[in-house]
């Protein structure tokens, strides 16, 4: 298909059933719609910006679209194998392919780019129906207009080789829109290292969403976080020591290392399967309505089990849920340590899904001033020792009366 860039932003362009369509030079859409269906689109750089609601749109239902870092000169102020998207729609469904060899950039923070009229509308963008994109490094900030990123659908990802960047803080106009980001139905967002700020920054992660970052995941400045039932959160840092805003968790959270305080209200922490021990550097609370997930497969702390180390104040009034799994099970005399550091509160154990061979019990005892708990013999219950009195009569006889 042959379009000249001019004709391609002045009207609909229709990219049918195995289309192909290569622009090395850029494609930028403006005022204008593409519509491509498992179709493959090649270029080096894709704008799509408006100035007028939805009046810039790229969907795609399946095929693939490749935007490479191929250096051909420096083409509308963007660098080759970027998308940037400014008050447009960004849609792709049904398995499409998206493959960003640079970065993606939603929303406008420098003033001296924007010329009237004023974007003042969102920037919206769906990945959904398993399809995904994979980009360097994802920047979104709500610019004047508001900023929306949609992941959902089993299988559908945004997959960031580097740093995912969301921030309502950098842009100083006074009607800066919000970021609002959602990640759910089995959805996921990746990155090396992910950051929320600003108090107009809003992300969600439910209904078997998965948020993911190799290193950290820094909520700051006011950022609102929500991990809702059944979203999970993982990371090796989660850092919440840069004055941060709101965080809800009622899914599952997954974290080598907590910098600040966390208060956890709701929710699940697990240990993941890499196990390990979870370090807090301050003060953690467990709300009653919270737990923590112990599964056990052996006796190393750190390699067959999680355990948490706090090096400020544990306030535990959640239920710490205790799991044999993998075939455990566990012999007279073996020790759990579960906790490291200071610990208060009103807790309660799990055990049963840590069911122990007959003439067992677990001792509990200690574990507030140690961390531990330990397999010990059962103490006979009372029936049981009325039956011994019955059955050896010499040992029960008193004094006779005479």
């Known amino acids: ?94 398995d499409a392919i998206v493959d960003l060899q640079a970065t993606f950039s939603v929303g ?26 994979k980009a360097n490094s994802l920047n979104v900030e709500a610019g004047v207009g508001d900023s929306r990123i949609t992941v959902t659908g089993a299988d559908s990802a945004i997959n960031v080789t580097a740093t995912v960047f969301f921030d309502t803080d950098s842009f100083v106009f006074p009607t800066a829109g919000e970021i609002g980001v959602e990640v759910l139905d089995g959805a996921s967002l990746t990155g090396e290292s992910i950051f929320l700020a600003g108090g107009a920054t809003f992300v969600q992660v439910a209904e078997n969403g998965y ?30 020591s840069l004055s941060p805003g709101e965080i809800e968790l009622s899914g599952r959270l997954d974290i080598d290392e907590v910098k600040g305080s966390l208060d ?63 075939g455990f099970n566990a012999n007279l005399g073996d020790t759990f340590q579960l906790f490291e550091g200071q610990i208060m509160g009103d807790y309660t154990f799990d055990f049963s899904d840590a069911l122990l061979n007959k003439g067992l019990a677990f001792d509990t005892s200690e574990f507030d001033k140690t961390g531990f708990i330990a397999v010990v013999s059962a103490i006979p219950e009372p029936n049981s020792a009325a039956a011994i009195c019955f059955l050896l009569p010499f040992l029960c006889v008193g004094r006779r009366r005479i």
Request: glycine residues 12%; contains cysteine; negative net charge.
């Open 264 to 326: 956890q209200l709701g929710g699940v922490l697990e240990f993941g399967q890499n196990l390990g021990v979870t370090v807090f550097e301050n003060d953690y609370e467990l709300g009653d309505a919270a737990s923590i997930e112990f599964d056990i497969h052996g006796l190393l702390r750190g390699e067959d089990y999680g355990s948490v180390s706090i090096l400020g104040l544990a306030e535990l009034d959640g239920v710490l849920d205790i799991n044999f799994v993998s």
């Open 211 to 240: 948020l993911a970052a190799d290193q950290f995941v820094t909520v700051a400045s006011g950022a609102n976080l929500e991990i809702g039932v059944d979203g999970s959160l993982r990371a090796s840092v989660l850092d919440l």
């Open 108 to 133: 406008e923070t420098n003033l001296s780019n924007i010329t009237a009229p004023i974007p003042n509308e969102l920037s919206d963008i769906k990945i959904s129906g398993g399809s995904k994109l």
């Open 1 to 94: 298909m042959d379009e000249s860039l001019s004709a391609f932003c002045q009207r609909e362009v229709v990219l049918s059933n195995n289309s192909y369509w290569s622009n090395s030079d850029g494609i930028d859409i403006e005022n204008g719609r593409v519509t491509a269906t498992n179709s493959t689109i090649e270029t080096e750089i894709l704008n799509v910006n408006a100035d007028e609601r939805f009046s810039a749109c790229f969907e795609m239902s399946g095929g693939s679209l490749v935007v490479a870092e191929n250096p051909s000169g420096n083409y509308s102020g963007s660098s080759p194998g970027s998308l940037s998207v400014r008050g447009g729609k960004f849609h792709v469904t049904n």
